[in-house]
């Protein structure tokens, strides 16, 4: 005998970002991090991104854990695409389709890999790890509970780059977050830190 499916059940969450809204749903989406900025990446990994990209309002598509972060287009309001976009989402993970494909986690870890390779030749290695560090313990769990995330991607000469996702990128209060908090936070355990910026992912 078939197990009954549970039903899926989705709320909505507000993000610091105005243009970003956190879709929750009560499945695992996909373990780890998705990050889609384009049609392009989302075609060759994901068919939710593929399939959400087609709106003309979406602009950025995030999966991580349990839930979707929809950037849309500014030109766009809310109130005239949220309904939209809830009942296409909660369909799709009732349907149980095919949300992130296998390997896209190992790609990005790849990626990352020569990154930091290129980065930790020199003295700077053992810094930039601590760096590392204390952004995965301390900042990451807080970042993805609005909907988004950062990656670490440089260390020169004092300054820390780093790398805004979902709800982050284009945020107004991302700045606020990046400087009080965690620029704030890196200068005081790691003196060589002397400015954190940011690009958006």
């Avoid at 993000?15 to 889609?36: C, Q, R």
Wanted: charged share 25%; with cysteine; proline share 3%.
């Amino acid at each position: 005998m078939d197990a009954v499916k549970s039903p899926v059940m989705l709320y909505t969450e507000q993000t610091p970002n105005p243009e970003s809204i956190k879709f929750v749903t009560n499945k695992m989406l996909y373990n780890g991090i998705a990050d889609f900025k384009e049609m392009e990446l989302a075609q060759e990994w994901s068919q939710l991104a593929t399939e959400l990209f087609e709106f003309p309002y979406v602009k950025g598509v995030h999966i991580n854990n349990n839930f979707v972060t929809i950037t849309k287009e500014m030109n766009y309001e809310w109130e005239d695409v949220l309904h939209n976009l809830k009942t296409f989402v909660k369909q799709y993970v009732n349907d149980d389709k095919a949300i992130v494909k296998d390997g896209f986690e190992a790609v990005v870890a790849a990626r990352e890999e020569e990154a930091k390779k290129q980065v930790f030749e020199g003295d700077e290695g053992e810094l930039i790890q601590r760096i590392i560090d204390l952004i995965e313990t301390y900042v990451k769990p807080a970042v993805a509970m609005d909907g988004g995330n950062i990656e670490f991607k440089s260390f020169d000469d004092g300054v820390v780059t780093v790398i805004m996702q979902g709800s982050c990128s284009g945020c107004p209060s991302s700045t606020i977050t990046l400087k009080a908090g965690i620029e704030g936070m890196l200068k005081r355990m790691i003196p060589e830190v002397r400015e954190v910026i940011s690009e958006m992912g």
